[in-house]
């Protein structure tokens, strides 16, 4: 572990001294919650219509994949009309968009990620490359199925998919939240511990709480 | 004026009214702004969607007290300065609560919400949001002062602070308007009015790239609907201001629309046009044009 | 570029002259002038850039043969400085001192060779790997497919194709 | 004569000062001051005397009512013998200090004892 | 009434009679010195009482039985008696003091000390220049045995330059008498002053040289390097008789003379004196040794004596009040200081820091000093006061500036000598307290008050030492010993009940004031309860100050008013110093309250036009062609206290390095006395036009620049307390600005700011002030987080800035209502924009404190830190329920205020009906406001937490960090340096201009203090030269020019 997230001791102004350990006093330990849908029905259709009207996207560009989801942005393919846009943080971004090939030490920042976006929340997996590994599949740093570590809703294959088969990933993951069926925020929730198993698994210095809130 | 209790159906109407004027209007800007760069652009109900979503998304966090509250004071500020100045001229329904103070109530409640809000962002520790308000507070300290300046003005020229006395002033036909008989005021409120808006050139406090969108970096569900509600509201209250200062107020809800828009477009048509100023940049614009200007106004008043 | 050649001939003992390119060449130096010569180039000679710093695992000489490649702005043209280091224990002088970027390139060989540079700064962080816990990956004693397949689990029905045949078995399927 | 006598005393003055001033050795210096007392002292009994009144003699010649404005006040020549007492008082006092000064340096240079200043 | 002849006789003939002691009998030789000159003591005392209480005329005796010319004549009067007193009591504590030395001595350095004392007596009584001839000589030749009586080997060369000068003014003395004598026929200097002296015949150069001979003897700068290496080298006992003894009694002879030379002379005693008491004050300045330091003052006071002396023509009967006051004031004080230093190891005046061991020895050091400077209510502040009035009536102001100036810079190093010796490391003291030699200090410093209560009953104005507040403020001096906790209830209880005594004797005006100095010091004086122990010497401070504010307040002529000023000023200084670092500020403070009470104490002297003193009211009445010049520099005098730009320097590291529970107190309440003055000097004076210039508006640019330029200092500060310091530089500016608008809601908005600014910056003080306690810091960067450790102090400052900044609903809002209101009705257009600009400025300085402290990331060490002690949230919580009221019912006390104001400002009045409050422009109702306020942040914050419910709580690492994670609290907490982007704008408006200027004035004059005192270097010709030189010089300039 870093050495900054080992306990120390410290002095307090008035010459007392305790201990302080970064990973129980810096961050919420609470294990993530399962959050069931809205009482009413009819309330959950219309927010399932409007987060299916209203996908904001984070913008991290994990991969390669990155670069070839700016286009959709542009007057050409202009996602904003399907109410898609990207918010610069997780904390205010429902969709993740792992976009190509994913190393271990990017995995540790896209989970972190992931954790901090709030429920519910998507994620897509962008190109082959999240769905086996893709042209990565011997490589000694990249995994080779995200679904091992966080709940994906739609995966695009392709290397690199075009922006027409991203906006038809994109319709489909509507749909899918729509239909009330995009609950991978509870899914990861209720098999946190698998999740973790397997992304510990991996990550050889997990550094940080089980969850990142 | 005097309080009476069918006041607050009234001012809920207010409210509602604005609400969704405003929900629509920024959409249909936004639109016009695609329509612009040959996009399609959101769809007019694209506001809707997003509050609803963001009202409706099930897990928060909170990062304190000040924290949860700061989205609160953010939109008490709106709501507040939306209820304390009269939007329609002559309409006893919608001049509110404007009885509870004048010209100068409604100029000094503007920084209520950006207090709460600073202090809500403060809590979360995030360094950005910090950075955010250092940038937001130094920018808004210059930006405000061309509009005081402009007030002052406006006050000396029509020897009133109530908000109600200068509209009357400026009955009878558009020469009347404050733009007409004081332009110099005018031109510096209008300066401050780019400066306030958190748009190009003025809204580097933003600066999605940079500081992930600046104070609200932390701001998220529910607290974000209340802030977004707020970034619905708030412009508009504030164009109600200038509107009633500057613009001959509006004596119905049609004018109101069609008034509002326009000054609203008069910030999005800097907007689009210039690139952004650092916030020191920004400061020295002020300094050496708006100002000036403003105090003109006031020498020449 | 041959004068250059010609000029430090005469200064240092230099292995073989390949010109890869009109505005590219790689020398082989001996270990214990590399650092002069580095110098000289930099100084003398106008190489002011160190591009890159890699290397290339020799496993079956048992070295590490170092590429130092300096650039000349002025005239357009790249010089690759090759020298061999002993692969067991691998270690090199650093040149942090000469071009402060070495040091990235340094931390970035240890970590992939286990090349250690003495009193380059923060050599001994994580640089891409963290927490990395086998041999360095880029020796090729290190067996990269056996340990990806032990590490990440693998979504059956991946299929293995040669593009060429693949692609001539689509187009025609005949085999004409 | 009081010309005389008072231009002596004035040229003995100065030639005291001139010598105090000039002079660094302590003894030179206490030697010169002597010389300017004296010239003091001259100059004290040469303008003593009143010219036109009598001596301090209170008899018949001279009333007791008017004596204030008809004799010569005894009291200034006073003044010189006390003066010259006490003339001799300081000189001896200084002689005394140079000896003192002298036993703490070894010297008498006036310009050696400096250590309080500013 | 014992002859005048016994005590001299008895002194010459025990002088004699000891040398018939043995040599080894020293014990018995001591008691009888010390008897004959208790003998002495008690006769001189005897006469001063006989002349006191009979009231008599002074005598004149004849020694021989005739009268003169044939005889000698003494006089003895009140005067000469007095300075008997003086003289013998030094002798003979002198003599205490020089115990050990004189029994080392033996019976010839006794005998010569009574012949020392002897012949100053003789000095003062004799009237006949043989006599004093031979006084002087005599005087001479002791004071050459004397100094030998040091241990420091360098008085030997000391004494030699002292006989050297002697020598030579013997030869002036003699020939001037001998021509004096020649030219009128008599040596009697009464007789010699009835005959106008003959020009023809060479009078004026006999009188010259006469007078010129013993003027030197006043030690006059620049002719006195002897006199200084006497007072460095010399045993300091000896230094004591020298300093106020001779002084005194050469100074009296100087007196006598001037009766000769009649009113020709006086200007030139007055060059003289006036030269020497700015010149030695200046020399003073660089000095690093205690001794010559005491000495250089010594000089200066002389020469301040023999201005007065000079001034005969003016102050008439009233010269020996005036001079006696200022003369024994030196002596008492010089005596005293000198026996003191005695105690102190080292010789650099930073080695008085010893005196800290004992607290009364600290307390006679303070005494001394302020006896010596001239502070209430000691005899030479009545004796500056009336000395300086009749100089402004009859124009001498040069005289005045730079009388003034002199006292400015003997208060400069005085007071800096003070600080060291609280400040600096502290040495053991030589010798303990019980002993003889502090024995006689005590005597001083009880001298010292007896003289202050003398003078305070013989002064045509009230007896400052009898007033109730000051008298309860020394209380607490003889109370020090108990705990303070019970001296703060007494300290508590006394405001409470002095406000209860006498609160229907105020005016609604001056009411606003009395609540904050009696009720509202109260109120902050709750937080020292917090402290344990004793705490000695803060509660005669801190109620010497409110005792200045009080009887500021109560003040209705210039002298009570400049007195109470100049106690609040001291007890204040000496508040401050308390602070741990706080020595170079609070000097800076005390110099620039001081400049300005002088400017005060000019101005208030030209206003009264010769009168004693003037009342406050008739300030209204001032002749047209003086008044702008007393408005101007009454003003000046006023806004050293509130810190107008140019003169705050002082004011951020005074406020910031006070104590946690001073800061509120001269913060919120001291700065109010400015405003107070400022008030009171507009009510009379009105606006005044200097050089076509109105000083009013000329104010009202100083408040604008000074809320502009304190609000914008303040934001770039890293030090919390520093920053509201700097606030309230800007704060006062904004109040000076509103009175300076000269209208009714401008003067409604500056009393609104005074309360307001009490409460709110009382508040902030104390809670961050609490908040440094707990976190051992006061740079905000290191904190962070406090939040959830201390939410009431969070609480305090978040309800303190919200109030500060204006923003509705709270108090703060009514004050910028009033303003808008206020500047509507003014034609001054152009600072307005100024104080626009700084009220957004504030909000970014607030936010900061807020910020920086309270929220962001909490630091490791601070994990553990509790809430501030209770009785330091109390007060901060009574003031939250004070701001809330005052927000609601703003009428409570503005409505009386109000209703006050329309009598000085019948335009403008608001009106106060129901709820709502209406001025001539707008509207404004604060219950409304809060109400609706109220209801809708309660309404959506109900709302957002029925939405939010299930919200978790997380921790102050889970924050979106790029992906990151951060690292530690400190590299994560935004604050250092927190508005960069401002001070790239803007930063080069707060470049250290005006510390800059200040410094560059304190450096100039330490350089050419440091510079001039090049001149003594330390040959006894040099001196020699000087002497001939100087009496070259004044004869030049005196008869010499004129004929």
Redesign the interface.
């Given at each position: 572990m870093k050495p900054e997230l080992q306990p120390r001791r410290v002095t307090g102004p008035d010459g007392q001294e305790f201990e302080v350990d970064p990973l129980r006093d810096y961050y919420c330990e609470a294990p993530p919650a399962v959050h069931p849908p809205a009482y009413l029905k009819i309330i959950e259709d219309l927010f399932n219509w409007a987060r299916a009207e209203s996908i904001w996207i984070l913008g991290f560009g994990t991969g390669c994949g990155a670069i070839e989801m700016r286009p959709l942005m542009t007057p050409r393919f202009d996602a904003y009309r399907y109410g898609i846009q990207w918010r610069p943080t997780p904390r205010q971004a429902n969709l993740f968009v792992i976009s190509g090939y994913l190393s271990v030490k990017t995995l540790k920042r896209v989970i972190r990620s992931y954790e901090q976006m709030q429920n519910p929340k998507y994620v897509v997996g962008l190109g082959s490359c999240t769905i086996n590994g893709g042209m990565y599949w011997d490589s000694y740093n990249t995994i080779k199925r995200l679904d091992d570590y966080l709940p994906v809703d739609v995966y695009i294959a392709g290397c690199m998919p075009r922006p027409e088969s991203l906006l038809h990933g994109f319709m489909e993951l509507k749909r899918i939240i729509r239909a009330g069926q995009a609950e991978g925020a509870n899914d990861y929730a209720r098999n946190f511990a698998w999740y973790k198993d397997n992304q510990k698994r991996v990550i050889h210095d997990w550094d940080m709480p089980d969850y990142n809130w | 004026m005097t309080?009476e209790w069918i006041q607050i159906p009234y001012a809920l109407l207010t409210i509602f009214i604005v609400l969704n004027y405003g929900l629509l209007m920024t959409a249909l800007i936004a639109k016009i702004a695609?329509r612009v760069?040959?996009?399609?652009?959101?769809?007019i109900w694209?506001n809707?969607?997003?509050?609803?979503?963001n009202?409706?998304?099930?897990?928060?966090?909170?990062?304190?007290?000040?924290f949860?509250?700061g989205?609160?004071?953010r939109?008490?500020g709106g709501?507040?300065l939306l209820?304390?100045v009269p939007t329609i001229y002559g309409s006893v329904m919608f001049s509110n609560?404007s009885?509870?103070?004048?010209?100068?109530?409604a100029l000094?409640?503007v920084?209520?919400g950006t207090?709460g809000m600073?202090?809500g962002a403060?809590?979360?520790?995030?360094?950005y949001s910090?950075?955010g308000?250092?940038?937001g507070?130094?920018q808004?300290?210059?930006a405000?002062?061309p509009l005081?300046?402009a007030v002052?003005a406006v006050?000396?020229h029509y020897?009133?602070?109530?908000i109600t006395e200068i509209v009357a002033a400026q009955q009878g036909g558009f020469l009347n308007w404050t733009l007409f008989t004081n332009p110099l005021a005018v031109a510096a409120a209008m300066l401050a009015f780019l400066g306030s808006m958190m748009r190009p050139p003025f809204d580097v406090v933003l600066a999605?790239?940079e500081i992930?969108?600046g104070p609200?970096?932390?701001?998220?569900?529910?607290?974000?609907?209340?802030m977004q509600t707020n970034r619905v509201l708030f412009p508009i209250a504030k164009i109600v201001v200038y509107m009633n200062l500057f613009f001959g107020g509006a004596t119905s809800w049609p004018e109101f629309f069609i008034k509002v828009f326009l000054i609203y477009m008069v910030s999005v048509l800097v907007g689009v046009v210039f690139p952004r100023f650092?916030?020191?940049q920004s400061?020295?614009w002020f300094?050496i044009w708006a100002?000036p200007i403003?105090?003109l106004a006031?020498?020449l008043? | 570029m041959h004068d250059l050649y010609d000029r430090l001939k005469t200064r240092f003992p230099l292995g073989d002259w390949i010109a890869r390119r009109p505005d590219l060449a790689f020398v082989d130096v001996p270990l214990a002038q590399l650092r002069s010569v580095l110098l000289h180039l930099r100084d003398q000679e106008g190489f002011t850039h160190l591009v890159l710093l890699t290397a290339v695992d020799w496993i079956e000489t048992g070295e590490f043969q170092l590429t130092y490649l300096l650039c000349n702005r002025r005239r357009a043209c790249d010089l690759g400085l090759r020298a061999r280091i002993a692969r067991d224990p691998a270690s090199m002088e650093s040149i942090h001192d000469l071009w402060p970027t070495a040091a990235t390139y340094q931390r970035e060989l240890r970590e992939m060779f286990g090349i250690d540079f003495p009193g380059s700064p923060r050599l001994h962080e994580d640089f891409i790997l963290e927490g990395w816990r086998e041999i360095p990956p880029y020796r090729r004693d290190f067996d990269t497919l056996a340990y990806a397949r032990e590490t990440y689990r693998e979504r059956p029905g991946r299929v293995t194709r040669d593009p060429a045949a693949y692609m001539q078995q689509q187009l025609d399927p005949g085999g004409h | 004569m009081v010309f005389i006598a008072m231009a002596a005393g004035f040229i003995l003055i100065l030639i005291g000062f001139y010598g105090a001033l000039t002079n660094r050795n302590l003894l030179r210096m206490i030697v010169s001051f002597t010389l300017a007392d004296t010239g003091v002292h001259i100059v004290l009994v040469a303008v003593g005397a009143l010219p036109g009144r009598t001596a301090p003699i209170l008899d018949a010649s001279v009333p007791v009512a008017e004596a204030v404005t008809r004799i010569v006040d005894p009291v200034p020549q006073a003044l010189v013998l006390t003066a010259i007492v006490i003339g001799l008082g300081v000189t001896t006092l200084m002689l005394a200090y140079a000896y003192r000064l002298f036993a703490q340096k070894g010297t008498l240079d006036i310009a050696k004892f400096t250590e309080l200043k500013w | 009434m014992v002859s005048a002849i016994y005590p001299l006789a008895a002194a010459l003939a025990s002088a004699f009679l000891l040398g018939l002691l043995h040599e080894r009998q020293r014990a018995p030789a001591y008691a009888i010195t010390l008897g004959v000159l208790g003998f002495m003591t008690l006769t001189a005392a005897s006469w001063v009482w006989g002349f006191a209480q009979t009231g008599q005329a002074g005598f004149e005796i004849y020694t021989a039985g005739v009268a003169p010319p044939f005889a000698i004549s003494l006089r003895l009067g009140l005067a000469e008696a007095s300075l008997m007193l003086l003289i013998n009591l030094t002798g003979l504590l002198s003599a205490i003091h020089l115990q050990a030395p004189l029994l080392a001595h033996g019976r010839r350095a006794m005998a010569v000390l009574l012949i020392a004392v002897m012949a100053l007596g003789g000095l003062v009584m004799t009237r006949d220049l043989f006599n004093l001839f031979v006084f002087i000589e005599l005087i001479v030749i002791a004071t050459g045995g004397l100094v030998l009586l040091s241990d420091d080997p360098r008085a030997v060369v000391a004494g030699f330059k002292y006989l050297i000068i002697s020598q030579l003014v013997t030869v002036f003395l003699l020939i001037g008498i001998i021509f004096a004598y020649h030219g009128t026929g008599t040596l009697n200097i009464d007789g010699m002053a009835m005959t106008t002296m003959g020009l023809a015949s060479g009078g004026a150069l006999a009188f010259f040289l006469m007078f010129i001979a013993v003027v030197i003897e006043t030690k006059p700068f620049p002719a006195n390097g002897w006199a200084l290496d006497i007072y460095e080298s010399a045993h300091p006992a000896f230094a004591a008789i020298f300093s106020a003894a001779s002084a005194a009694a050469a100074l009296f002879a100087v007196d006598k003379l001037l009766l000769i030379g009649g009113s020709d002379w006086l200007p030139i005693a007055t060059g003289i004196g006036i030269l020497s008491f700015v010149g030695a004050n200046l020399l003073a300045l660089p000095q690093t040794n205690d001794r010559r330091l005491l000495g250089y003052s010594s000089i200066a006071q002389t020469g301040l004596v023999l201005v007065v002396l000079g001034q005969r023509d003016l102050l008439g009967d009233h010269t020996l009040y005036v001079a006696g006051g200022l003369l024994l004031a030196n002596a008492v004080a010089k005596a005293g200081l000198f026996w003191l230093s005695d105690l102190i190891p080292k010789r650099e005046p930073a080695a008085w820091a010893a005196l800290r061991h004992h607290p009364l020895a600290l307390f006679a050091f303070a005494t001394l000093l302020a006896l010596l400077v001239g502070l209430p209510p000691f005899p030479s502040f009545y004796a500056k006061w009336d000395l300086v009035h009749p100089l402004a009536d009859a124009g001498r102001l040069w005289l005045l500036g730079l009388i003034l100036f002199g006292t400015l810079l003997e208060a400069g190093y005085l007071f800096r000598w003070f600080g060291y010796s609280l400040k600096r490391e502290a040495p053991a003291l030589t010798g303990s307290l019980v002993s003889p030699r502090f024995g006689v200090v005590l005597v001083a410093v009880a001298a010292a008050w007896l003289l202050a209560l003398l003078w305070g009953e013989l002064s045509v104005h009230d007896n400052l030492l009898l007033a109730v507040p000051l008298a309860f403020a020394l209380a607490f001096l003889a109370l020090d010993w108990l705990p303070a906790r019970v001296k703060n209830a007494l300290a508590i209880t006394g405001l409470v009940a002095y406000f209860a005594l006498t609160y229907t004797d105020y005016d609604p005006l001056r009411m606003i004031f009395a609540v904050i100095f009696l009720l509202g010091s109260a109120l902050t004086m709750l937080a020292g309860f917090d402290v344990q122990g004793r705490r000695p010497g803060f509660y005669p401070s801190v109620m010497l100050m409110l005792a200045g504010l009080i009887m500021l307040i109560r003040a209705t002529d210039s002298f009570a008013f400049f007195a109470a000023w100049e106690v609040l000023t001291i007890g204040s200084y000496f508040l401050i110093l308390r602070g741990k670092r706080s020595e170079p500020h609070a000097l800076s403070y005390l110099l620039f309250s001081f400049g300005g009470a002088l400017a005060m104490l000019a101005g208030f002297a030209l206003a009264a036009q010769g009168a004693p003193s003037i009342e406050l009211v008739a300030l209204a009445q001032v002749a047209e062609s003086v008044a702008p010049w007393v408005f101007l520099l009454l003003a000046i005098g006023f806004m050293t206290k509130t810190a107008a730009i140019g003169l705050h320097i002082w004011l951020p590291g005074a406020h910031a390095e006070a104590e946690l529970d001073v800061s509120p107190m001269v913060s919120g309440i001291l700065l109010k006395a400015g405003l107070y003055g400022l008030m009171v000097l507009l009510l009379a004076m009105g606006t005044q036009r200097l050089a076509g210039v109105d000083l009013v508006d000329l104010l009202l640019w100083i408040g604008a620049l000074t809320a502009f330029l304190g609000n914008l200092m303040a934001i770039f500060q890293e030090d919390a307390k520093r920053l509201l310091a700097y606030s309230s530089i800007g704060q006062m500016g904004y109040a000076i600005f509103g009175l300076a608008l000269m209208n009714h809601l401008g003067w409604l908005m500056a009393l609104m700011f005074v309360i307001n600014h009490y409460i709110y910056k009382s508040m902030l003080f104390l809670a961050v002030g609490g908040v440094a306690r707990r976190t051992g810091t006061r740079q905000m960067f290191l904190m962070g987080g406090l939040i959830t450790l201390m939410p009431l102090s969070f609480i305090a400052v978040m309800i303190g800035i919200i109030a500060m900044s204006g923003v509705p609903p709270l108090s703060g809002f009514g004050g910028r209502w009033i303003f808008y209101n206020a500047i509507l009705a003014t034609d001054a257009r152009l600072p307005i924009a100024l104080i626009f600009l700084s009220g957004p400025i504030a909000f970014l300085y607030l936010f900061r404190l807020i910020h920086t402290i309270f929220l962001g990331q909490l630091k490791d060490e601070h994990r553990q830190v509790k809430e501030a002690p209770f009785w330091i949230l109390l007060p901060q919580m009574i003031y939250v329920a004070i701001l809330i009221v005052a927000a609601l019912v703003p009428g409570l006390l503005l409505r009386h205020v109000d209703q006050y104001l329309t009598e000085f400002f019948p335009f403008g009045a608001l009106n106060w009906e129901g709820l709502r409050i209406t001025s001539d422009f707008g509207y404004w109702n604060p219950v409304a406001i809060m109400l609706t306020i109220g209801v809708i942040f309660m309404l959506l914050l109900s709302w957002l937490l029925f939405v939010n419910r299930r919200a978790q709580k997380v921790k102050q690492f889970n924050i979106v960090f790029s992906a990151e994670r951060p690292y530690r609290p400190e590299t994560t907490h935004f604050a250092w340096n927190f508005f960069a982007p401002y001070r790239k704008a803007m930063g080069f408006l707060v470049q250290p201009l005006v510390t800059r200027f200040w410094d560059l004035i304190t450096q100039t004059l330490h350089g050419i203090g440091e510079m001039t005192r090049r001149i003594y270097n330390g040959n006894a010709q040099t001196y020699a030269f000087h002497l001939i030189g100087f009496v070259v010089v004044v004869f030049l300039l005196g008869p010499g020019g004129t004929a």
């Open positions: - | 309080f695609a760069g040959r996009r399609h652009g959101i769809p694209q809707y969607a997003d509050l609803v979503k009202y409706g998304l099930r897990s928060s966090i909170t990062h304190g007290v000040m949860y509250m989205p609160v004071f939109l008490t709501v507040g209820l304390f609560l009885f509870a103070g004048d010209l100068i109530l000094y409640f920084f209520f207090l600073a202090l403060a809590e979360s520790g995030h360094p910090a950075i308000i250092t940038r507070l130094s808004v300290t210059m405000e002062l005081a300046l002052f006050a000396l020897q009133t602070l109530s999605p790239q992930p969108i609200p970096t932390e701001y998220h569900s529910s607290y974000l609907a209340l650092r916030v020191e400061i020295r300094m100002v403003g105090i006031i020498v008043a | - | - | -």
